[in-house]
């Protein structure tokens, strides 16, 4: 291990999207000498920094707070929580205002003369995001995956260990803490830009004792062109959808009939035409997200009058809820020394079941990202130099320490094609059924316990195995978590159980690696309490 | 997926490499970047934002181009104004105005139904949205 790249610092931030991002500017601020290593490179890793996002930006005012947290209790299945939706309204307009005044993001001014700070274009934002880390003094390691972390003899976390894929050399960072900002899942859908969501954050924080909770809120799909990565569900508000045959597919939508779209898609093609989007529409979308028009410009579709093909990306817990259990208002998990933030985190403390996506993430991301910076600082300082240099062992176990013989390098290349059997078909993931979901999950039950007796590779490969654990392992805790959900709430719909139950007016938390268990939440100061 | 390295237009900044968040390039022998592991490209387009001298084209399907496909052809990309599109349309490059200042989207309406009628939206018991 002579040629490994040994690093030190107070805290280590894994992930450079928005939270990773924040956490890095936050903890820097705090005193903090910060290292942030991103698996592609910060600024342009990740859905944000490729495509655009609202953000949950609302004036402090009682009444459209208010306003604000209430439209979602229902959709949420109230299982979101007043105190931390108050809690990310009022970091969201600091940041917001932070980006606007001290990052100088160029945000449109409507027509009272008022900068529009309700939306941010990726590309910009995440540029925007980089210079401002590097000028807080973050040292960046672009293109260098964590795969596993480091705890000390009590079991807090103490660092982590990785590969510089550009470098080809493994690097390990000794640190006071580490914020957990690495993404969700996305099951390699090609969602656009989620590609290096492949759970990897999850599986570490589980290895070091970490839980889960809300995993059964997975089941995010989004509209793209079908040949396309680029998702905009958003905009097909403006559409009709056909069948191949030119009828129209009754009852489909963008929302309200995205399952009709997914039933369809199963046996036949679906088609649609942006038809209802006026001149001025029009024009307005083509600013408000440059890159929806890439793939009909560049392949000679008119979108407004052309019928294309269309498909569903699995978006996974990029866009679902679920993610690492919180325990503490700064994104502290139950493991000393783990911060977690953005998409890794559990989203339903200000989602409930009901989808992130847009404004809440983006909002929950640079909040959470926030909170998590600043108290992984201050924990860092109360360990002090002694932090860095403790006795560690190395946490990873699946694809890194295999317990039978190694296999082939390229191993994990069959273990990606059973997440694209098991996880992306609408069938099992999206319209949910006992019947499909329990083969589903023994599939990927075996499959875990081949690939933690053989998934072994080195170099590049390591990072390809381990993100194909990685994935595994999610799966199995949403398909557990779904099936152990015997209801329909938020964004998790069962076939089987269609309608809401009260009794179930909980948050199911999950957790372990080879066996996996379930177990109702009771943590909750502020749980909706709208009748359930 | 990226498709065209245009070796005329490339001055070896090695941008490209350094910001593809897959990591699909190399830099060749000969200088200039490669595509290296194409099948990593997940279509996002992020090399060609910060290519700064329009060098770079990715095609929009997620899987390869037919090999027939006139966007293999860098003088079509040019003739057709497509090859920085992308840069141009987000307000990219020296002189030109960011996109996100002028980034005012559509007032989206209510999600519509197919097949029902004219100004009925969807029902209360709505699937999942994802923006």
Known sequence: ??????????????????????????????????????????????????????????????????????????????????????????????????????????????????????????????????????????????????LELLTDTSGAVAGASGYRRQERVDYTVRAGAVVMASGGCAFLSKALGTNVDTGDGALMAAEVGAELSGMEFSTAYAIAPEFSTVTKTAYYNFATFYREDGSVLEGAGSQGGRSVIARTLLSERVFCTLDAAKPEDQAAMRLGQVNFFLPFDRMGIDPFTDRFPITLLLEGTVRGTGGVHVVGENGETSVPGLYVAGDVATRELICGGFTGGGSHNSAWAMSSGAWAGRAAAIYAASVGQWGKGRSVRSAGEAALRPSGTPGRPDGFKDIVQVIRDQVHPYDKNYLRHEDRLTPALAALDDTWRELRSSLFASEGDAVNARSAAAMIAHARWMYTSALARTESRGMHKRQDYRELDPAQHHRLLVGGLDELWTAPSTWSRELASVAS | MIEVVSADRCIECDKCIEVCPTNVFDRGDAGLPVIARQSDCQTCFMCEAYCPVDALFVAPTSGPLPADSPLHDEEHLVATGLLGSYRKGIGWGHGRTPGALVAIGPSLPPPRISGAPAGSSAPAKSAPLTA
């Open chain 1, 1 to 146: 291990m002579t040629d490994t790249l040994q690093l030190s610092a107070d805290v280590l931030i894994i992930g450079g999207g928005p939270a990773g991002t924040w956490a890095a500017i936050k903890a820097a601020r705090a005193g903090a000498d910060v290292i942030l290593a991103d698996k592609g490179y910060c600024g342009t890793s990740g859905p944000t920094a490729s495509g655009g996002t609202g953000v949950w930006y609302v004036p402090p005012r009682e009444d459209a707070r208010e306003a604000a947290m209430n439209s979602r209790d229902k959709m949420g299945g109230y299982l979101a929580d007043r105190d931390w939706m108050r809690r990310v309204l009022n970091q969201t307009w600091d940041n917001m205002n932070e980006l606007a005044d001290e990052g100088k993001y160029p945000f449109p001014v409507g027509p009272d003369g008022q900068q529009l700070r309700r939306g941010l274009q990726g590309p910009e934002y995440m540029r925007i995001q980089r210079r401002r880390v590097k000028k807080a003094g973050v040292r960046i390691l672009d293109h260098s995956p964590v």
